[in-house]
């Protein structure tokens, strides 16, 4: 849907991505396995506080075995902790890059659409306290450049567009219509 809003086709590209990841840890530091293989030297590590969203110290490579908040990776995804760090159970949140083919889109100056057609059911309501029910129909508007894309871990994402209006063909720029 975002995609087609800006004027551009979904494709398949290979690029890397990041990805976030929480894993439990056993008492004695075993037992955590990423779901993928990292990109080589992206792999960053944390303690989970808990309110699981909090970092705690950074865990680095290094020999688990003998140093505090050292770690080790085995076969790609197999994470092995210091015991003492984890004398009891705990958990990671682990951040790497991940190399892949994923879908993607790219938003340029050249396919940025022409116009659209919005229309929007509404209720106004009157002194009277009387809803009253209209559609706007927004006959030829463009999205301005100023998108914002927000995102973050505690709230859904939010896009927000500002548009510009211009007259149609019959020089009319909107319908406002009772339903």
């Given at each position: 849907?975002?995609?087609?809003?800006?004027?551009t086709a979904i494709?398949?590209?290979?690029?890397?991505?990041?990805?976030?990841?929480?894993?439990?840890?056993?008492?004695?530091?075993?037992?955590a396995v990423l779901?993928?293989?990292?990109?080589?030297?992206?792999?960053?590590?944390?303690?989970?506080?808990?309110?699981?969203?909090?970092?705690?110290?950074?865990?680095?490579?290094?020999?688990?075995?003998?140093?505090?908040?050292?770690?080790?990776?085995?076969?790609?995804?197999?994470?092995?902790?210091?015991?003492?760090?984890?004398?009891?159970?705990?958990?990671?949140?682990?951040?790497?890059?991940?190399?892949?083919?994923?879908?993607?889109?790219?938003?340029?100056?050249?396919?940025?659409?022409?116009?659209?057609?919005?229309?929007?059911?509404?209720?106004?309501?009157?002194?009277?306290?009387?809803?009253?029910?209209?559609?706007?129909?927004?006959?030829?508007?463009?999205?301005?450049?100023?998108?914002?894309?927000?995102?973050?871990?505690?709230?859904?994402?939010?896009?927000?567009?500002?548009?510009?209006?211009?007259?149609?063909?019959?020089?009319?720029?909107?319908?406002?219509?009772?339903?």
């Open positions: 849907m975002v995609a087609l809003l800006f004027g494709s398949t590209a290979t690029m890397s991505v990041a990805k976030r990841e929480v894993l439990s840890v056993a008492a004695g530091g075993t037992g779901a993928a293989t990292p990109k080589a030297g992206s792999l960053t590590i944390f303690i989970l506080d808990s309110d699981s969203v909090s970092h705690g110290v950074e865990q680095t490579t290094g020999t688990p075995a003998t140093t505090e908040n050292k770690y080790s990776i085995a076969n790609n995804t197999e994470l092995t902790f210091n015991a003492t760090t984890f004398a009891s159970a705990g958990q990671v949140v682990c951040y790497y890059l991940l190399d892949g083919s994923h879908p993607t889109f790219t938003v340029d100056n050249v396919s940025f659409p022409g116009g659209y057609k919005i229309y929007a059911d509404s209720a106004i309501r009157g002194t009277n306290q009387v809803d009253k029910y209209v559609q706007y129909q927004l006959l030829n508007c463009k999205p301005k450049s100023n998108v914002s894309l927000t995102m973050d871990s505690s709230n859904v994402a939010k896009l927000s567009i500002e548009w510009d209006l211009f007259a149609d063909s019959a020089g009319d720029m909107m319908h406002y219509v009772e339903v």
